[in-house]
């Protein structure tokens, strides 16, 4: 039996997660451990698109059955990338409909033999929807990108002689319906005299490409067929001590024991306990700090967690280790609070978009975006408009990144997008968005949406259904969405703990008008704060650039009009950072690629850094900025510098 439930539920309720996940089975991240391999499986895969007019040939031929290549021309398709700017075919670039991925896999023997072992296909996103077969079975659906899925393929795999080589066949479609996340529609245009027979458009109603492929790296990995299937970390602190409570499902048996040791980065035993929850108390704990708050920031202990498990076989153990940062989280009516001191986010929107891999993952691309985080000062970033790869959050829990983790739901611009069918969709991807972050000490708050047509009455309630079931899900943290409504109109702002608002005066309004934005800036924050006493973040703000067009005094697109409408929103910024203004996160850290329009040059160009990440004049202007904030609110005040400075012009 399950060991070690001293600390009843009683005690350990109101510290643990109010309600459980609806969804089955836990999602950590996949990690090498004694009990655990992965296979990455990286690399070339077989590619094809299918361009019948129904999309569905693939179907009726049953291209899953026999290796893709038998089905007709295949071409090579990175993994993880965007399919769209990788080949020279412009049908691909805009293809909307199923793609098809395959690729072979030879597995060690010991995971086809071994019946003690589980052997598990993850994929790290595949946008929008995605059928996954193995050997031509039908194995695993998925609906929605940006989040992982996995199917346990043991039986596919523990079957015989052959059973070593692997064929995965992935088909993925890219059509946004009024009830996927996000929305989008499909419209046939049928005047004949203007478009051929069948022709039709994805129309979105977001300002980025809709990148999709495997965009993720897909692996597989294994564990013990007894395992640690989650756990569920919270923090808090008590005087100088830190708490660490946890909860651990286990799947696979029901007689077992869990020990957990919580080691410190010397490794270090600093606490254990057993049994599938309890709380760890850590005396002097060192707490996870954002960077630049702190002299140590972010950081991590480790826990290890030991299963040991009786089965028909013998005694199976599984091991995961699970980095954890001590912090808590909490906002009144005008702060906040990260570890009961004032927080103050300055800091970035961004995309995970760049070059011909579109939002395909890349590693030198993400250590170069910290970089870039840390040289600008900024201490945070949304991840707008949907959940970044995990390997960034893991970035950001290990650099004190803050991060508003902000789910898919971007462009619900449409009354008809606000539907039953839809919030049931909407509440399930929070669920898999909580579910699988919800151990980062850098996710500080939850964001359900981006700039939803919030003055809908049908919005209103929908908000209020998804903001509260994530406040259900996860009560140890603020949940918000992020509006452009105006404040006497906004029917969701009522449920929300931080006002998110995205204002771009003197571009969208008044354009050119520099000199309106202070006044439209402070009437803007005064209405907001007047309406809610809730505290208040300027979520997007910024101009359009086009690197290297300069003109004094300034007009729009140019490098100085960024700088001066940036200086602007300044002012009024540090008139209300010292109330209830809380943070400022310029729209956009970098350039990113959007829908051809007569209003985008080769993509949104809002960046303070080029798509190919080169500074235009407003990231030195930012930078300075940055790191007088951070200099002005480090805590204790009487530390001097972080392990960056040396790359700050306050040295
Ligand atoms: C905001 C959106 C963002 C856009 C930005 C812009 O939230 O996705 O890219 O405007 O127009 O309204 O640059």
Same mark, same amino acid.
């Given at each position: 039996m399950a060991r070690g439930l001293a600390v009843a539920w009683a005690v350990l309720g109101p510290l643990l997660w109010g309600c459980a996940l609806a969804l089955q089975g836990g999602m950590l991240y996949p990690r090498e451990s004694p009990s655990r391999e992965r296979k990455e499986l990286d690399g070339l895969w077989s590619f094809r698109a299918d361009f019948s007019d129904n999309r569905r040939r693939g179907f009726e031929e049953q291209w899953y059955r026999r290796p893709l290549r038998e089905s007709g021309p295949t071409l090579d398709m990175p993994v993880p990338s965007s399919f769209n700017d990788i080949s020279q075919d412009w049908r691909l670039r805009h293809f909307v409909g199923w793609v098809w991925y395959e690729r072979e896999v030879i597995l060690p023997e010991r995971w086809t033999q071994d019946l003690s072992t589980r052997v598990v296909l993850r994929i790290g996103? #595949?946008? #929008?929807y995605a059928i996954v077969w193995v050997n031509g079975v039908d194995t695993l659906e998925h609906k929605g990108g940006y989040l992982p899925f996995e199917a346990d393929i043991s039986n596919l795999v523990q079957v015989g002689p052959l059973s070593s080589q692997l064929r995965i066949t992935i088909a993925i479609n890219n059509t946004l319906t009024p009830t996927t996340l996000p929305p989008g529609t499909i419209q046939y245009l049928t005047d004949t005299s203007k478009y051929p027979k069948g022709y039709f458009v994805q129309n979105t109603y977001f300002d980025f490409f809709n990148y999709a492929g495997l965009q993720r790296s897909v692996l597989l990995y294994t564990t013990p067929t007894a395992y640690i299937d989650d756990i569920t970390v919270t923090t808090s602190v008590e005087h100088d001590s830190g708490l660490v409570n946890y909860q651990i499902s286990v799947k696979g048996s029901n007689l077992f024991e869990l020990e957990v040791r919580l080691l410190d980065a010397e490794n270090k035993l600093v606490a254990n306990g057993t049994g599938t929850q309890g709380q760890l108390k850590v005396p002097g704990a060192r707490l996870w700090w954002p960077y630049l708050m702190h002299e140590r920031p972010a950081y991590l202990y480790s826990l290890e967690v030991r299963l040991t498990a009786q089965m028909s076989l013998g005694p199976v153990s599984d091991f995961y280790t699970l980095p954890v940062g001590i912090r808590t989280v909490a906002v009144t009516e005008s702060q906040f609070l990260i570890n009961g001191k004032p927080f103050y986010f300055h800091g970035v929107n961004k995309h995970e978009d760049a070059d011909i891999r579109g939002k395909g993952f890349d590693w030198p691309l993400l250590v170069k975006d910290f970089n870039l985080l840390r040289w600008l000062g900024a201490n945070a970033f949304r991840t707008s408009h949907y959940p970044y790869a995990e390997e960034v959050l893991q970035m950001c829990d290990r650099y004190g990144i803050v991060v508003i983790d902000e789910c898919p739901g971007v462009g619900l611009a449409l009354p008809q997008f606000f539907n039953n069918v839809s919030l049931q969709n909407h509440m399930r991807v929070m669920e898999e968005v909580v579910r699988r972050d919800k151990n980062h000490p850098a996710v500080v708050m939850w964001s359900v949406a981006n700039e939803p047509a919030s003055h809908l009455e049908s919005a209103g309630y929908y908000l209020k259904m998804v903001i509260t079931h994530t406040k259900a899900l996860d009560p140890s943290r603020p949940v918000t969405f992020v509006t452009n409504s105006n404040y006497a109109a906004? !029917? %969701? #702002?009522?449920? /929300?703990d931080v006002i998110c608002l995205n204002s771009y005066y003197s571009w969208y309004h008044d354009y050119g008008h520099l000199e309106l934005i202070q006044q439209q800036l402070t009437t803007q924050f005064e209405s907001w704060y007047k309406t809610y006493q809730k505290p208040i973040i300027q979520s997007e703000y910024g101009a359009e650039t086009i690197v290297g067009f300069h003109q004094d005094p300034p007009l729009m697109f140019t490098e100085e009009y960024q700088k001066s409408l940036l200086e602007q929103y300044h002012v009024v910024l540090d008139q209300k950072r010292r109330k209830y203004v809380v943070g400022e996160l310029i729209w956009n850290f970098a350039d990113f690629m959007t829908e051809q329009s007569p209003t985008r040059v080769l993509g949104? !160009? !809002? %960046? /303070?850094?080029?798509?190919?990440r080169q500074p235009k004049s407003a990231a030195f202007l930012l930078r300075e900025r940055y790191w007088k904030i951070a200099n002005e609110t480090r805590y204790p005040y009487s530390i001097a510098k972080s392990q960056c400075l040396e790359n700050s012009p306050f040295t």
């Open positions: 996103s #595949a946008h #929008a906004d !029917k %969701g #702002a009522p449920y /929300v949104n !160009k !809002k %960046g /303070v850094f080029t798509r190919q």
